[in-house]
């Protein structure tokens, strides 16, 4: 006997590992969420998943602590304030130091206060007006609000800027405990911050994190807790979650697939020879994704590593399939029909994936498909030669003739149609239950949406569930069109509709309100006069309105505020998510406050010109019932096609009916079992069945060869169990795994993968009644 070679496998192994390396120094893989999801085929869709990917609410970042008295939850508060204000990472850091009393911004709203605020009228310049601003001034100036009317009131009786200062700190019920924002219950202190990069960028959003746990730690919080939320942190911890449990999972996976190949071949070069076409499948579909998509996602590449977990089948059945001493044509021959077809039909049922429109799942079926038909062509064309020079073989287990007690239940194939028939009357009954509710399928915990939801209210954030978008060619538009609609918002205010709404006109009026209200503004001779007149028996010095008078006259000489005159940094973020332009056209969010009748508030503002209505949780379900369809669709054709090509490659219409009888039967159970534990099934769902299909047919096709004598027979049957093994360890893990959607799709695969291959070795495989008799 020659002296198994095992040189060509080790530098073949070592040639595979440096290809590897060598393309992922080229690819680049991103964690933006923004690359993984779609663009949406409506108006209102399009715009709340570009928002979702680079609006002003994506990098927004909700901070709380608690757990402390309320004099250490303000400290705590400032320490981290001071500490993150001076991170290159955040673009707004407020937790209540920053407010308006004191600040620039402060000064910059009441230099600019006859423009802005309402109470800028005719009037309120009127002699009559001034003698009733004069008579209160005097009463505060005898109250506990003396400090503020003293540095106020005598430059501005009229009230314009308290008004507008009144407007922008909104109704927020938050306290302030030594310039600290805190919650009504004074239990916990409330930041907000804004990093500078991208909320779905995961990589940074990684350091923005990591910045602010360490500013909480060195502000020493003792027994305080710190609570994070929003959606950059949302996608930041889903994405770490995902990465976590992939990684994990996919070590543990490999040294038990490891293990068993060991077991099942006794042989450690065996893996080196496994190894071979799989590190080149990886490389090359890589690859492929980073020349079609300019980048993989770590996603599609975290979820297609697993699904390539298909292609250990190849080479295991190549070399479990091998006689001992057997040239390397000869193998091939025995299998090739049923292997070509199984690549075939695998390569048609990840259809569904790559032509979906889903951007993600796209990359994913692209990874997934030149990955298997690299691994083949591994297999194929480079494998054989490999393993004939170590003389790679199973390990023989025995008389192949107690195989025929194995085989033995195939004379009882006809009660299969009881457990089908069980699975069909189940489905009949109680349908499955589709979720298209994208919340439910979110890898975000409940709890870190309530919480979310609980910091929301207590800062007096807006509840963005629903938005009424104002859309026009120019800013000075969207203002003009949400100005036309303030009566009827303020008519819905007064019925109860609403608490009010958050929209950009209510803090910039449009050029031409601002210069209406310039033109209110009297000349300082007639308003000198008229304050002569005003204080007439009031006791006021002389020159105590001077300020009033210079101010006057100043903002008479201003131009009206544009959206880039802003340039006070708390205003110029309060106005950020209110006002933006998109793609050349300008947009205003109208985000209504605690809506009590969603009804009557769309048709109250229905047919507004230039305006759509988005509800977000609505638009977000019909994306995924949108691309469920579609998923549906092509994983149907995708059906359709590789029967055509079963037809073609057997040409046996007996075995196409077992083979397709036996996918079938599998996938029916597959789905009465989930459904039976209350699975509620999801795009999700199907692509895991497209790899069900495609693991059955590598099942079916192998046990439907022509296999004359028990030795080929058995080792058919062994290689089969090795390689369903193989994926149930794989996709069985993730089956346990917490994150929803790896849960999702371990659980359909490995149920799957093992109906599969009983209803393959019970529908397909030939009675060895019938198979003595043909002999």
């Not at 995961?202 to 602010?212: G, N």
């Not at 057997?326 to 690549?343: C, D, S, W, Y």
């Not at 170590?390 to 192949?400: F, I, M, Q, R, T």
């Amino acid at each position: 006997m020659a002296r198994p070679r095992i040189f060509p496998i080790l530098a073949s192994l070592a040639f595979a590992a440096l290809m590897t390396l060598g393309v992922f120094r080229f690819v680049e893989i991103r964690t933006d969420m923004a690359d993984f999801i779609p663009t949406g085929q409506t108006e209102a869709a399009r715009f709340m998943l570009r928002e979702i990917r680079s609006g002003a609410a994506a990098n927004l970042i909700l901070i709380g602590i608690e757990g402390a008295p309320p004099t250490e939850l303000a400290r705590i508060s400032a320490r981290m304030g001071d500490a993150l204000s001076q991170s290159d990472l955040f673009r707004i850091v407020q937790n209540g130091r920053q407010a308006l009393a004191g600040g620039p911004d402060e000064q910059w709203l009441f230099d600019n206060r006859y423009l802005l605020s309402s109470v800028t009228t005719p009037t309120a310049f009127t002699e009559a007006a001034l003698r009733d601003d004069f008579q209160d001034l005097l009463r505060q100036l005898q109250s506990s609000a003396a400090p503020i009317v003293q540095q106020y009131g005598f430059a501005d009786p009229p009230g314009a800027f308290l008004a507008l200062a009144k407007e922008w700190v909104g109704e927020s019920r938050l306290t302030t405990i030594d310039g600290a924002w805190l919650s009504p219950s004074h239990d916990r202190a409330l930041l907000i911050v804004k990093s500078r990069a991208s909320g779905t960028d995961m990589t940074a959003q990684d350091a923005v994190v990591l910045a602010i746990r360490s500013a909480f730690v060195d502000a020493q919080p003792g027994a305080a807790r710190l609570l994070l939320a929003g959606p950059a942190v949302f996608a930041q911890e889903a994405a770490r979650t995902i990465r976590s449990d992939v990684e994990r999972l996919s070590v543990v996976s490999v040294i038990l697939v490891a293990a068993l190949l060991l077991w099942r071949f006794r042989s450690v070069w065996v893996l080196a020879a496994v190894g071979v076409p799989v590190m080149v499948s990886i490389s090359m579909a890589a690859l492929a994704v980073q020349l079609i998509f300019g980048s993989i996602h770590g996603i599609a590449f975290g979820f297609g590593m697993t699904m390539l977990g298909v292609t250990v089948d190849y080479p295991v059945l190549l070399i479990g399939h091998r006689k001992r001493g057997e040239e390397a044509g000869a193998t091939l021959r025995r299998i090739h029909q049923a292997f070509v077809l199984a690549v075939i039909t695998c390569i048609l049922g990840l259809t569904g994936m790559i032509f979906s429109g889903f951007p993600g799942l796209a990359q994913l079926g692209v990874f997934s498909t030149v990955g298997i038909v690299t691994a083949a062509a591994v297999t194929r064309w480079i494998l054989p030669s490999l393993i004939v020079a170590a003389d790679l073989a199973p390990v023989p287990s025995g008389d192949p003739r107690d195989l025929l007690r194995v085989e033995a239940a195939r004379r009882w194939r006809a009660w299969c149609i009881l457990p089908m028939a069980a699975a069909a009357a189940s489905l009949a009954v109680n349908p499955p239950r589709w979720e298209d509710d994208l919340q439910n399928l979110s890898p975000v915990p409940e709890a870190a949406r309530a919480l979310d939801a609980s910091l929301r209210r207590q800062i007096g954030a807006p509840d963005v569930g629903q938005l009424f978008v104002v859309t026009g060619e120019t800013a000075e538009i969207v203002l003009h069109r949400q100005e036309a609609l303030m009566p009827i918002l303020a008519d819905l205010q007064r019925e109860g509709v609403t608490r009010g709404a958050e929209f950009a006109a209510r803090y910039l009026p449009s050029a031409e309100t601002q210069l209406s209200r310039l033109a209110s503004l009297p000349d300082p001779g007639l308003l000198e006069e008229r304050i002569s007149a005003a204080r007439n028996g009031l006791p006021f010095r002389e020159t105590a309105f001077r300020p009033f008078i210079e101010d006057v006259t100043a903002s008479r000489g201003r131009s009206p505020l544009r959206l880039a005159d802003v340039t006070s940094p708390l205003i110029a973020a309060r106005l950020e998510p209110l006002l933006f332009e998109r793609d050349g056209i300008w947009h205003g969010p109208i985000a209504p406050l605690d809506v009590q009748n969603p009804r009557r508030l769309t048709e109250a503002l229905a047919g507004s010109p230039g305006m759509f209505f988005v509800d977000t949780r609505a638009e977000a379900n019909a994306i995924v019932t949108t691309y469920t369809r579609q998923a549906w669709l092509w994983l149907g054709l995708g059906g359709i096609t590789a029967i055509m090509a079963l037809a073609i490659g057997l040409r046996d219409p007996a075995r196409v009916f077992q083979v397709v009888s036996a996918i079938a039967a599998a996938g029916l159970v597959t789905v009465a079992i989930l459904s039976a534990f209350g699975v509620r099934f999801s795009l999700l769902h199907i692509v895991s069945l497209q790899l069900v299909v495609g693991v059955g047919f590598d099942y079916a096709l192998f046990f439907a060869r022509r296999q004359l004598d028990e030795e080929e027979r058995a080792r058919t049957l062994r290689t089969l169990v090795t390689c369903n093994a193989m994926t149930l360890l794989t996709f069985g893990l993730l089956g346990l795994c917490q994150t929803p959607l790896l849960r999702d799709i371990g659980t359909t695969v490995a149920v799957g993968a093992l109906m599969s291959l009983l209803c393959s070795f019970l529908i397909v495989g030939i009675n060895p009644v019938q198979q003595s008799e043909t002999a």
